[in-house]
């Protein structure tokens, strides 16, 4: 790997404090940018436009395009400082509709997850999680990387988010008894420095598992490809809005840098009740 490339995925774990995901990505672009460049060096705007121009011949979709061109951002801003980057706009994206699960099928989800498991203190987990991403509105990977030291639990929690901001969520009562049950029932030891969700072999438990149990459950209940771990998180977002949730405090809640994130979920709540009055309105 090219020493700059190196160092810039480096800047991006321990300055930025980006996801190892997205180190991944932007290493990637940068290697790809460097290849087509023959060395790492600011390209010109002819240049960048013939490298993303090729990019889109490989079948990148506007999204992809979009991500690429803010990793190849980053990483000139890197290597040439402020004012570098050539003057180049990107493809526009039309930012998607979340799609949350009702209140129901969010709680048969998890039951049925539940119930996939032999093992009963298994079980236990994967219940808490859910109801966890369900009740607080945490991102999978958030929840997983809870440690013991959150234990015991009050009525808030302290969560650590993208790029390592802090937030304090609060706990329903009946999340806060599902996770202290399964903590009870797990084999694995508990407390400072030990994960509070493992695995069935002692590590801390993947993302990948719990996506795959709740893929075979969604199947069961009749559910569609939409009905992720994560759509819970936006079912948390989309009923507390419809509940009257103020959307500055939603952002608070579920993390968000800016508050155009948070503002998709305004477009969620009136495609609901739009839905309701073409099914309801006997003139609709």
Not at 62 to 88: C, H, K, Q, T, Y
Not at 110 to 130: G, N, S
Not at 190 to 200: A, E, H
């Amino acid at each position: 790997m090219d020493p700059l490339i190196f160092a810039f995925a480096e800047h991006l774990d321990r300055d930025r404090r980006r996801s190892a995901h997205t180190v991944r990505a932007y290493r990637a672009a940068a290697e790809r940018l460097v290849m087509h460049l023959g060395a790492a060096r600011v390209p010109t705007k002819a240049e960048l436009r013939a490298f993303l121009g090729a990019r889109r011949a490989e079948g990148l979709s506007n999204a992809s395009a979009a991500r690429e061109l803010s990793a190849v951002r980053a990483f000139i801003g890197f290597i040439g400082g402020d004012g570098a980057m050539p003057n180049v706009r990107g493809a526009r994206v039309k930012r998607g509709v979340p799609r949350p699960v009702a209140p129901g099928d969010a709680l048969k989800l998890a039951e049925d997850v539940a119930a996939q498991r032999a093992e009963p203190w298994v079980a236990a987990r994967d219940w808490a999680l859910l109801l966890l991403l369900y009740g607080a509105g945490l991102r999978i990977g958030e929840a997983l990387g809870l440690d013991g030291d959150v234990l015991p639990l009050g009525d808030r929690l302290a969560v650590r988010g993208k790029r390592d901001k802090v937030r304090i969520v609060p706990l329903l009562p009946e999340v806060r008894s599902a996770v202290e049950t399964y903590v009870q029932a797990c084999p694995w030891p508990s407390g400072k420095g030990k994960p509070l969700f493992y695995g069935i072999r002692g590590g801390r438990l993947e993302p990948s598992t719990v996506r795959a149990a709740v893929r075979s459950a969604r199947a069961t209940l009749g559910l569609g490809d939409r009905a992720t771990p994560h759509a819970l998180r936006h079912s948390f977002a989309t009923h507390l809005l419809a509940r009257g949730a103020d959307l500055r405090a939603l952002q608070e809640l579920l993390g968000h840098a800016s508050l155009s994130s948070t503002q998709v979920y305004t477009a969620v709540d009136a495609a609901h009740l739009l839905d309701v009055y073409r099914h309801a309105h006997p003139r609709a």
